[in-house]
């Protein structure tokens, strides 16, 4: 078994969509970056890489490289599960999401539903918890989103390479 950790933070900005998880959700700011900023995904894309000793998300998928402007942080996730599943199984995805607001709970289960289909596992398998960080730093000052993650990956059983149970 292999453990890996992914963290991730992007600054809150108007005129932009607010997408965690793979899922967009109603907000008057949204997350600043390269890609469409889904610090969520991107934690967990780095906690796979890391538990699969292959990087970060940074080394795959650079913000210097044009290719990946714009980009939708469930296609880096495929090519993240891609790179990975036929050497492991993802056991089990436990992430927090930290922010003031939005609150991230009417939103879990898709969000939950989203990550588990394009890793083609079950989602009864990542747990997505949400928290606020008591008014203290970036987050706290309501400035962005932090999000960090921990996969368990396992080498595969009898039943082959696939992440479905």
Request: aromatic share 4%; hydrophobic share 40%; with cysteine.
């Amino acid at each position: 078994m292999r453990v890996g950790i992914g963290y991730d933070i992007h600054r809150l900005v108007a005129g932009r969509r607010l997408v965690l998880g793979g899922v967009e959700i109603p907000y008057e700011r949204g997350l600043l970056g390269h890609s469409d900023a889904d610090v969520l995904t991107h934690a967990l894309c780095d906690a796979l890489l890391g538990a699969a000793g292959l990087g970060d998300i940074g080394f795959h998928f650079p913000d210097t490289d044009a290719t990946w402007a714009g980009i939708d942080s469930l296609d880096l996730l495929r090519r993240v599960n891609e790179m990975i599943r036929s050497d492991w199984y993802i056991a089990n995805i436990d992430a927090t999401v930290m922010a003031e607001a939005p609150k991230i709970g009417p939103h879990r289960n898709n969000m939950r539903s989203c990550l588990a289909a394009t890793l083609q596992m079950n989602a009864d398998r990542i747990n997505i918890k949400a928290t606020t960080t008591e008014g203290l730093g970036p987050v706290g000052r309501g400035e962005g989103i932090a999000a960090q993650c921990v996969a368990l990956l396992r080498k595969p059983d009898g039943r082959g390479a696939t992440n479905v149970t």
